[in-house]
């Protein structure tokens, strides 16, 4: 199983961007997915997530109303739509898949597959 981020690169702030996520090996139809990031010198922490149907998702408050995240199911991907970046928004930005539950998960220890990550980097 593989899974494969992309979109990543260089904005200024205010900007936008949008990161995609292509799973390969699996089909993630039935299960969540989401989007953690990890800034320079800080934990991994928590961006996105969305139920399997699409339904449900949640989001870190730092990101709520900013930051949108959707999935298509038929070609087994997940995005996050970036807007209004900010420079705190600088961070690599991994994807992740759940083998085991089917909910907007927001804990990283409910995934079971993660991408190689992408570098979003934001000028102020």
């Known amino acids: 199983v593989q899974l494969q981020a992309s979109g990543g690169g260089l904005v200024q702030a205010g900007g936008s961007l949008r990161l995609s996520c292509a799973a390969s090996g699996r089909t993630f139809s039935r299960n969540g997915m989401g989007w953690f990031r990890r800034a320079p010198g800080k934990e991994r922490e928590f961006v996105a997530a969305?139920?399997?149907?699409?339904?449900?998702?949640s989001y870190a408050d730092s990101v709520k109303g900013r930051f949108t995240i959707s999935r298509d199911n038929a070609k087994n991907t997940v995005s996050l739509q970036m807007d209004s970046l900010k420079p705190e928004d600088t961070a690599v930005y991994y994807c992740a898949a759940s083998r085991r539950y089917s909910d907007a998960e927001v804990s990283p220890s409910r995934y079971d597959y993660w991408g190689q990550g992408t570098l979003v980097t934001v000028s102020s």
């Open positions: 969305i139920r399997w149907s699409g339904s449900t998702s």
